[in-house]
Structure formats: C-alpha cells, structure tokens
C-alpha cells in the first residue's frame, strides 16, 4: 500500500497539535519518507533557487528556479532537488480552511519579477508570524494563505492558457468526487449533495471540461486505478473493489477501454 503521510510525519519539529507549517525549504528537515508517497495535506513549494524533477500524478515536471509548486491531499508524489536548493514550504491540513475552492487546479507557476516582488514580502511575514507562536498568529497565517492563494488564482486567470475561471459548484464537484472515489455514487446522487438538478449538473461540467459528470468520475476512478496498480501490491480485484465497482471484470473492460491496457498489462509496464 502506497504510505500517506501526515503534516506531523514530515515536519517533525512542527507540534503535532498544528494543522499548518510556514518556512523555509532550506530551513526544514528533510524526512525519512518512502519515495514515491503520498501527503493527507496542502503544499505549497516556492523554489527561489533549484534544479531537479518532481513527479505529480505520473506527470514529470522540471524544477528550476522561481517555481512555485501547488500539491493536493491524495496526490502521489516524488521529487529529486538539487543540494543547494532554497525557498519556502507551506503546508496545511485539508481541514484547516473551511473552504479550500481558492486551491488553484495547477501543479505549478513560473513566477515574473512582479509576482516575486509580490509574495515574497507575504511569504517572510507568513515565516514571523509562525515563529511568534502567539495568541493572533493562527488567524494571522488562515488569512495569509487565503490571500495567497487568492493572489495564485489572479495569476492563474492573467494566463492567457487559464482566463476561463472554474465555478465554485465545479470545484466542489470535483473534490466530492475525489472524497468518494472509493464509492459507487451515482450522477444523481452527486446532483443532490449539490443542491443541483442532474441537467444543470451536466450543463455545467460540459462547460468547464467539456465531459459528463459520468465521464468525470470514471476518469477519477481510473487514475486512482493506475496509482493503485503502480504503487501497490493490491490485487485487480481488490483495486476494483477500493474503487466501488461490484465486478473486477467490467471494472478490466472499462480500464482497458480507457488506456489500451488490461490493469495486469499496466501493471507490468
């Protein structure tokens, strides 16, 4: 089973009752972890000065310098970095924000002197504050990370690759989706949790990815199927079952309709 880790088993020096962590990359101990894992938690990784690769997801993507990095709970995750790497490192727990919308969809930003000129400054402050360990500093740091990662998604939408902004009713059916991965929920069903009819549902994931919610969620369900395969010794039965399909068989035609693969072919790839 692929080893999720929690903000206390990485950051060991961070109390355990803390559901966030500020500071430098340089300055933070590198932990004794299984590569690749996965994190319960948020990060966000500025590297000011770095070479290297990190692997998101099965998506390999350079490290260089001023390249913020964005990961998600549930994201499998390697990186290789240089010695001489430097930056600063955020992370917070899924539950530390009440609503994590403003988490920009996007693995990474290659920062231009305005933006650096930006954050910089929010990154140091955020840095004092958590070393002020004081009565106001937590609510301090909740509303520095809100406004960071309001400033992100401004950058995002400045791109011209990202000017159409993803309605919140998406991002929530997205992460829903994510939290059930392991349950056979129906269209209808999400439809409900949303306060949405199933029409209008559709309507807007055909807008924002151009997909049917039915569509969405097997994609979903077949990624998770592919990190299961790759970083597990889970058998294709019980990865079917994890995923909440009733029969490995069709659960075999769907992925191999998806990839081209049967998953014991993926599998020994």
């Given at each position: 089973m692929l080893k999720e880790y929690s903000i206390s088993d990485i950051i060991i020096s961070n109390p355990k009752e803390k559901?966030?962590?500020?500071?430098?990359?340089?300055?933070?101990?590198?932990?004794?972890?299984?590569?690749p894992h996965r994190h319960d938690f948020y990060s966000i990784v500025w590297f000011t000065k770095s070479?290297?690769?990190?692997?998101i997801d099965f998506e390999e993507y350079e490290i260089k310098h001023n390249r913020l990095f964005l990961m998600q709970p549930k994201q499998v995750h390697n990186w290789s970095y240089s010695k001489d790497s430097n930056g600063y490192i955020i992370v917070f727990d899924k539950h530390?924000?009440?609503?994590?919308?403003?988490?920009?969809?996007k693995p990474f930003f290659d920062l231009s002197d305005k933006a650096i000129k930006l954050l910089k400054p929010l990154f140091e402050n955020l840095i004092e504050e958590f070393k002020k360990n004081d009565k106001l500093s937590e609510k301090i740091i909740v509303q520095g990370i809100s406004y960071l990662l309001l400033q992100l998604k401004r950058l995002s939408n400045e791109n011209p690759q990202n000017k159409e902004i993803k309605s919140k009713t998406i991002l929530k059916f997205s992460k829903l989706v994510s939290d059930t991965i392991s349950e056979n929920t129906s269209v209808d069903e999400y439809a409900s949790r949303l306060n949405l009819t199933i029409k209008k549902l559709n309507e807007i994931c055909k807008k924002h990815y151009g997909q049917s919610p039915k569509t969405i969620i097997l994609e979903k369900k077949i990624t998770e199927a592919k990190r299961l395969l790759y970083f597990t010794d889970l058998s294709v039965k019980e990865i079917a079952f994890q995923l909440g399909f009733?029969?490995?068989?069709?659960?075999?035609?769907?992925?191999?309709q998806k990839t081209n693969l049967?998953?014991?072919e993926f599998k020994s790839t």
């Open positions: 559901f966030f962590y500020v500071g430098t990359f340089e300055g933070t101990e590198d932990p004794n972890v299984e590569w070479t290297g690769i990190n692997v530390f924000l009440k609503e994590i919308t403003d988490f920009v969809d009733e029969d490995s068989s069709y659960f075999s035609r769907l992925f191999k049967s998953p014991t």
